[in-house]
């Protein structure tokens, strides 16, 4: 629930206190937000790009609901640290992770955030102990400073400075990527984007100015996968807009069933400088 976070929550325009006030929350200065229906708030005051729309949105619950990465799951969880406190997963889509991470951690809150609205419809009521708010990473987050014990980010944009700002002297920053061989058995119109060669060397890069590396783990998982989880994979991310649908339905067909499909991600773990 949004209660459960306020506390950690900045007014995005004078990065004052937030309280409740009906259906909004509002800061002394007379900063207002409503709250949707779905239970988010929009502390935004823009935004960059509206992420995930809808059809990704839906496919990443299909795929997600069906177990298919709960090897995952089982990374974030082992690399985040016991002691209790705000878990914020920056770049949160459905919330599906975070919502592992406060199961395994029944002390701690959690706080989603996204751009995408369709994501933070679900990310809202991903788990009794979070509350997601509409927040774009590449700018300042409305929350406060030091406050986190974990953040993650899970194939998402990374925010170094923020990230620092946020989170506490003792906490962590858990960082998901894909690997150069990540779902590498799809080809053609079924690969999503494929990653740069060099990627591990730059969210390093990207990151070295506040956080100092402290594990690195490099998770092979094979998948057998039916057809309908691999349209599923296909839809949730970025290459689903490379391809028509007649072309992802036509290599779909040739696919055998089950198909064995292998997910090579990092998942590293860093600590503040």
Not at 124 to 142: F, K, S
Not at 148 to 156: C, G, K, T, Y
Not at 167 to 172: P, S, T
Not at 230 to 245: E, F, K, Q, Y
Request: with cysteine.
């Amino acid at each position: 629930m949004l209660a459960d976070v306020l506390a950690y929550l900045r007014c995005p325009v004078c990065h004052d206190r937030l309280a409740q006030s009906g259906p909004a929350v509002r800061c002394p200065r007379g900063h207002t937000y409503d709250v949707a229906r779905q239970g988010y708030v929009a502390l935004a005051t823009r935004v960059t790009h509206h992420g995930d729309d809808a059809a990704m949105v839906a496919a990443r619950e299909r795929l997600l609901a069906s177990g298919a990465y709960d090897f995952l799951d089982a990374a974030i969880v082992a690399a985040t640290p016991g002691h209790e406190g705000l878990v914020i997963d920056a770049g949160a889509g459905t919330g599906h992770h975070l919502a592992t991470v406060l199961d395994a951690r029944p002390g701690s809150v959690g706080l989603a955030l996204d751009v995408s609205k369709p994501a933070l419809r679900r990310a809202a009521r991903c788990h009794p102990r979070a509350g997601a708010v509409l927040a774009d990473t590449w700018r300042r987050l409305p929350v406060a400073d030091r406050v986190a014990a974990v953040v993650l980010n899970v194939f998402a944009p990374r925010n170094g400075a923020e990230f620092a700002r946020v989170l506490r002297r003792d906490g962590v920053l858990v960082v998901v990527t894909p690997a150069r061989e990540h779902l590498a058995e799809l080809t053609g119109a079924l690969r999503p984007v494929r990653v740069d060669p060099d990627k591990e060397r730059r969210v390093d890069a990207t990151l070295s100015r506040w956080f100092r590396p402290e594990d690195r783990r490099r998770v092979r998982h094979r998948m057998e996968l039916g057809r309908d989880q691999v349209a599923a994979l296909v839809a949730m991310g970025p290459g689903a807009r490379h391809a028509t649908p007649a072309e992802v339905a036509a290599a779909l067909a040739d696919l055998p069933e089950p198909a064995t499909v292998t997910a090579v991600v990092d998942v590293r773990r860093y600590r503040p400088r």
